[in-house]
């Protein structure tokens, strides 16, 4: 006996409410790598610097929870949740593939930009949590990565353009963005 099945759609609508702590930590984590590169030398950026300096501002815009009551406009949904912890493992995921295999020659300028790359890829899953920004944020960080790789005696430029993208998109989320919807659509089988 064969089954017919069709297909409908159904939409669910995506409320982008804490782009305003999203804006924090990008401002933090730009202002990391500025400093970080700064002090970098040889490593072009300081490990010891941007490690302390990543997990304090994480601390800062992620954890207290007194600073996300403040930034925050709304409650994320239980979606949007998965898709920031399936985004986190996406990048460690990247950072493991493209950064990882120049870790044991300690090519400092591969795994920066590895790790750079692999941050503008993980940007994607993000459209789910705050929005289209994400997506432009996605791709200039990607493109400044790749244009690292292709023009290696610049590589520390690129490095530093996308400290500073993360820094001004930061800014702009944190001072400028309002609450916004999105519309994401489902096929779901109809038997």
Known sequence: ????????????????????????????????LIVSMVFGGSFIVNPVIFLLGYYVSFYIANINKRVRRALSQ??????????????????FFLMFCIAGPYIPSMNWRMIWLGVSLATGLHFA?????????????????????????????????????????????????????KPSTGVISKKKAVI
């Not at 804490?18 to 990008?26: D, H, V």
């Not at 709304?74 to 990048?91: E, H, K, V």
């Not at 949590?129 to 244009?147: D, E, P, R, Y």
Request: proline share 1%.
């Open 1 to 32: 006996m064969a089954t017919l099945t069709t297909t409908s759609k159904t939409t669910t609508t995506l409320e982008f409410n804490n782009k305003r702590s999203c804006g924090l930590w990008l401002t933090l984590v730009g202002t990391v």
């Open 74 to 91: 709304g409650p994320a949904s239980c979606f949007q949740i998965r898709m920031i912890f399936a985004s986190i493992a996406f990048l």
């Open 125 to 177: 899953g993000f459209y789910f949590v705050h929005g289209k920004s994400m997506i432009f944020l996605g791709l200039i960080c990607s493109a400044l990565a790749i244009c690292g790789y292709v023009f290696a005696s610049y590589s520390g430029i690129f490095l530093l353009a996308d400290a500073i993208v993360k820094f001004l998109f930061g800014l702009y989320l944190l001072f400028l963005s």
